[in-house]
């Protein structure tokens, strides 16, 4: 049967490309608000990160009404990093609306979340979006789209897609390019229209696959998937059984049920087929398990997660000046608060190591850990990471392989040739190079995980800021050899204190500082960076000798060029194998793993 009162939608695309303004419009203009209620931009960004950085980290749930039909919609994010969070919201939808933005055109993302898309068969509505800016090229931009389903093994039926010409910023959409549109009906209609409704068994018993995971800390884990079959009711018993895992038949009590409506959670008392709900009240739930009713507990089958592809050391902070500035520095509070995060983020992997102190967290992406990290620090922990290093497989003949990543690199043409050397010495293979108009070029490598790690700041740089670097996981190949990773060495703070001018005037020619006057620093810590390729320690704690004809106030007349700060991303490209990043609430700090000057010679000998 179907349920004609229903229709489930994600909204996939590459970064930046709108997808999260366009379900703005389309809460704003079915009525979710009133007409005088204030609505923050980009509403469904609901994390302090996810505002800041204008990018979403976990896909949300929302619901609209429009003509009498109940619309679910599922906003994912845009970033490689966080694909598992598509991959898995898929599964609870019967179709997608594939945001493509009008200049940009069809980029690696796009080709990732559209190609998870067609695996599941469902329906495609494309929305050009942004068809305002003045350099759109909606015309090419349907080719390259058409181009890329072709090249995915698209169907007749999937081929035969409708586009919609829109800005979501506008608020406007229409069904051809050159109609000026009104608001955003073309698309309500052709969402009514061409997604089909939910289909199940409405007199089976109850089968819902858990596809998220949210959390609350007044109720705990809340579960959230779609009814495939059956009814499920508050107060039912129910069992908890996973396709991946035959042994798990666990009974459980459906104690609170909610469905979305606009950005609230609503308490219903039943829900049947076709229904997007959370489920609370259950401890133990996780993403890929099916809840059932007893008497015929049939798993739904689940695609596996992918697998990490890059891992960092989380450790307790042993720095001279540990312990003064978080609220969590124990290895108790780091391990409960790591394996916490599993609760919600499949993506991740934690696991302990030979010490106690030392957890191995294994992520998607970069990104992935440092919006971990971020989150860690403003809760108030304190601790310390290690340089990120890829995860290495080997294959049945004992290669060893390393994980590749598709880079697609857009920069003006005048700097083209610099990008192309760097990435060629970090073991980069150029597939091809594309005049984009506007005097930019769009460069297509094939490059080593590793290759990129620490490389997007000089990538900056080298482009003037004009550049734009975007990534997907490819595949496992053979490994491709050595790549050395920094050119400059660190300036090391010679003994601890807290630093003078007098110091810091005299330790600025070797290279660009990172600490300021008045800082409290440690022997050990890594202070600037070297113009030259070795390490040097040097002492900014030192203040001059006084004597009768020379007074301190002379030291006002000196001049300090301002130290670089560095962000968390800038601090996890800088550190280098031999280092490790302090995270605090308060401060970041840069030190070297052995801090004693004397050790670490040995060791480098060694």
């Known amino acids: 049967m179907k349920r004609e009162d229903i229709r489930n939608i994600a909204i996939i695309a590459h970064v930046d490309h709108g997808k999260t303004t366009l379900v703005d419009e389309l809460l704003k203009q079915s009525g979710v608000f009133r007409a005088n209620q204030e609505v923050a931009e980009r509403v469904m960004d609901s994390g302090d990160i996810e505002r800041e950085r204008g990018i979403t980290i976990l896909s949300k749930n929302t619901a609209i009404t429009y003509k009498d039909t109940k619309i679910n919609i599922i906003d994912t994010p845009g ?45 495609v509505i494309v929305c050009i979006n942004k068809i305002d800016r003045p350099e759109a090229r909606s015309e090419e931009v349907i080719d390259e789209i058409l181009e890329l389903f072709i090249d995915l093994d698209a169907n007749e039926e999937q081929l035969d897609c409708p586009f919609i010409f829109a800005s979501a910023r506008d608020g406007i959409a229409s069904y051809k390019m050159e109609e000026p549109g009104k608001d955003m009906t073309p698309l309500f209609d052709t969402i009514l229209d061409y997604i089909p409704a939910p289909e199940g068994d409405p007199e089976a018993s109850a089968q ?4 998220t995971i949210d959390y609350n800390e007044y109720v705990g884990r809340i579960g959230v998937g779609k009814v495939d079959n059956g ?19 666990q009974k459980v009590k459906i104690s609170k049920l909610y469905e979305f409506d606009g950005l609230e959670k609503v308490e219903v008392s039943e829900a049947s087929i076709g229904s997007i709900v959370a489920i609370s009240g259950i401890a133990d739930i996780h993403i890929g398990d099916t809840i059932c009713s007893p008497e015929n507990p049939v798993a739904i089958p689940f695609q596996k997660i992918s697998e990490p592809t890059i891992s960092m050391d989380f450790m307790v902070n042993d720095s001279p000046l540990a312990g003064k500035e978080g609220k969590f520095v124990t290895s108790r509070h780091l391990r409960e608060r790591l394996f916490s995060e599993l609760n919600s983020d499949v993506s991740l992997r934690v696991e302990e190591t030979d010490s106690m102190d030392v957890f191995k967290v294994s992520g998607r992406g970069e990104l992935h850990l440092s919006v971990l990290i971020e989150n860690m620090r403003r809760e108030g922990y304190e601790f310390a990471v290690s340089k990120a290093e890829v995860l290495y497989k080997t294959d049945e003949k004992g290669h060893k392989l390393e994980p590749m990543e598709r880079a697609y690199v857009d920069v003006p043409e005048e700097f083209s040739g610099s990008v192309i050397e760097k990435l060629s010495n970090r073991k980069g293979e150029l597939q091809g190079m594309t005049p984009m108009g506007g005097g930019s070029t769009r460069l297509e490598f094939l490059i080593p995980s590793r290759g990129l790690i620490g490389y997007r700041g000089e990538f900056l740089t080298d482009t003037k800021g004009n550049g734009v670097i975007n990534t997907v996981f490819e595949d496992y190949a053979e490994y491709k050899g050595d790549i050395a990773y920094r050119k400059q060495g660190s300036l090391i703070a010679f003994e601890s204190g807290e630093t003078v001018t007098y110091g810091l005037f005299n330790a600025q020619d070797r290279g660009t500082l990172f600490v300021g006057p008045g800082e409290k620093v440690y022997a050990g810590m890594v202070i600037g960076q070297n113009g030259k390729t070795d390490d040097i320690e040097l002492n900014v704690c030192k203040t001059k000798h006084l004597t009768n004809t020379r007074s301190s ?4 007349a000196l001049k300090l060029t301002p130290p670089k700060i560095l962000s968390l991303e800038e601090a996890l490209e800088f550190i280098d194998t031999d280092e490790l990043l302090e995270i605090t609430p308060e401060n970041l700090r840069i030190r070297k793993k052995i801090l004693d000057s004397t050790q670490r010679y040995r060791a480098n000998k060694k």
């Open 208 to 211: 819902i696959l858990i596809s």
């Open 79 to 123: 970033h490689a990093d966080f694909g598992g969070e598509v991959e898995r919201v898929l599964k609870m939808v019967n179709g997608v609306i594939l945001v493509v933005d009008a200049f940009e055109g069809a980029m690696p993302q796009t080709k990732f979340v559209l190609k998870k898309a067609l695996e599941l068969d469902l329906p």
């Open 553 to 556: 106030s002379a030291d006002e």
């Open 231 to 249: 009814t499920i009711k508050v107060n039912q018993e129910a069992v908890i059984v996973n396709a991946h895992d035959p042994e798990k038949n």
